[in-house]
């Protein structure tokens, strides 16, 4: 049998490979679909009349909403019997997203088919009382387009899209009058438009080289010339980004990690390119981001402290601090911030991302207001375990940073079965976000540990270029040190570890099984540590992968992982030629349309296991792409992966056992 039809048989029967759905608990804990389906209604955008307009799942899939309260005016309650909604949208396969033009008259719903991430751009109006009436802008199935940039009077928008060539993205305008895009500039590479002044002749791009090698242009319209003004090294790289013109706009506020490799704040004169860092008490940690307001006279910066992130708020142009809305540790996220008010999330372990707005006042205390609340299902939210950042000491004596979770209950020294997860990217971070899926892992009993292995980004330049090309296996090494952190602080014991990540992350779950095992061929321990295996849209083989990845990301991952011209060392980092190291079970699982990860990387994986007489579970979602978004499919593989837990790590499994 050909290979390709070993990979398409594969694919029709995944399903089958499959133990059926675990019975019921015995006891009366909720279920995993249970933890599956507590919601939360997205970050919304406010319409002039006080509406809301945001993203919802109440059907399993998102679509776009509408939720007006019952009460209008200064004192509207957005409590969930306060409030009507009205579904906008009915895509197949969902929203991806939207945005709001500047009077909210307008709004720009991103929308793909089956998981595939070429999201189209339609035109809807936000005050539909139904189904809105879409007007395609972008309508081509074969093109990827993103929503860049309003124009400040709402009468068009900037936008990339990769129509004319699959692996470059260029910039147009759409003018609402004309219902006309215009194209404003053609280069090769990835570009995105930022800000725009607001007469419109004037527009701040970037050009995305690599997570390490980003540079922003100023556009002059009216003469198609650019200037670059990326805040760099001489004859080096810099990772920059734009917040936007600043008052006046003869500056611009820019990010970049040119001082320490952290992270700061520069305020660019643009007439003499001198730089000032306006805000150098922020710049002991790295930047999460920093937004202004539409009336360009209030700022707020947000910090990565440890993973946790922080808003900090400022006037403009004077940079003086303002007083911020109290709330509790953990991500905080914005969807809005227009005139003297923003809205935005918390989420951690016990707040699964509610959304709050609040209002400065001037010469007073900010006025905040929740906007959505979180539906449970029958899980008891004040329950959910905080986690512990710990740090353990890599092979090479670095500290490596994690969020470590136990039990209700845990009393060290009591080994349990852990979880190693690893986050994807991997240029990303393991963060103290509320995850349902994870948080029902520890009600059951398992630790979870969630390293930030070199590589990561949040801790600075040096530290996230420590996995680059050639270094690459000394991230799966922090891999491997985390679960040796486990067994020798006491948590838990060889052969009840499991690795589990998604993307790079199901990279990095594979290979640390590999490099387990080599430390024990190589007398460096006497028994492997990790007992199984969760591979969800991971790489196995990095030349396929970068052969196969959508065009327009195969330059920036060659820069990470490495040229396809240098295949041998490819060779070396891919565990799909270490499948001999692969003695534990494993359960695969992929979309089938993924353009990021190709499925042939599941497929390669489970044939080689299964030519080794290995018996791996494969799920293969036929209508998902680079992960599970619709709800059934989430509960049908988190179902299975729990089961899958339970007889290979946990209390019933043969802990450690050879498949």
Known sequence: MSRFFRFALLAMLACAVLAPAPAAHADDAPSIAQFLKIRTPGLPDLLPDGSLLQRDWPDGVFQLYRTTPKTPGANASYAPDQVTRTKLTNFPDGVAGFSLSPDGKRCLVLHARGGNENTQISLIDPMSSGIAVLTPIVANPRVQASVNAWLRDGSGF??????????????????FATAKATKVWSEAGQWEVNDVTADGTRLLITQILSASDTRIWELDLASGAKREITIKPANGTAACGVVGYLPGEKSVLLSSDLIGGMQRLFALDLKTLKRTEPLPALAKFELDGAEMNDTHDMLVVTTNEDGYAVPHFFSLPGWKPVAGPAMEKGVVNGSVFRGSTIVWSLSNARNAGQGYMTTFVKGGAPVTKQLTW??????????????????????????IPAFLYVPEGFVKGKPIPFVVYYHGGPEGQNRPNFSAALQYLVSRGYGLIMPNVRGSTGYGREFQMLDDYKLRWDSVRDGVDAAEWLVKEGYSTPGRIATYGGSYGGFMSVACIVEDQERVE???????LFGACVDVVGIVNLQTFLEKTSGYR?????VEYGPLTDPDFLRTVSSIHKVDKMKVPFFIAHGFNDPRVPVEEAMQLAIALKDR???????????????????????????????F????????GASGATP
């Not at 837990?645 to 019933?652: C, N, Q, R, V, Y």
């Open 158 to 175: 900037y936008y990339s899209a990769n129509d004319e060539s699959p692996n470059d993205f260029y910039l147009y305008r759409w003018d």
């Open 374 to 399: 979180t539906e449970n299902n029958g899980v008891d939210l004040s329950r959910m375990r905080l986690p512990e950042l710990v740090r353990y000491t890599a092979f090479d004596g670095r500290q």
């Open 522 to 528: 190589a007398g460096k321990r006497k028994e492997r």
């Open 554 to 558: 195969r330059k920036l991952r060659e």
């Open 613 to 643: 007489k290995l018996s791996p579970r494969v799920f293969i979602a036929p209508d998902e792409g680079h992960g599970f978004q619709k709800l059934d499919n989430r509960i049908y593989f988190n179902e299975r992966m729990v089961q």
């Open 645 to 652: 837990f339970d007889e290979t790590i946990g209390a019933s």
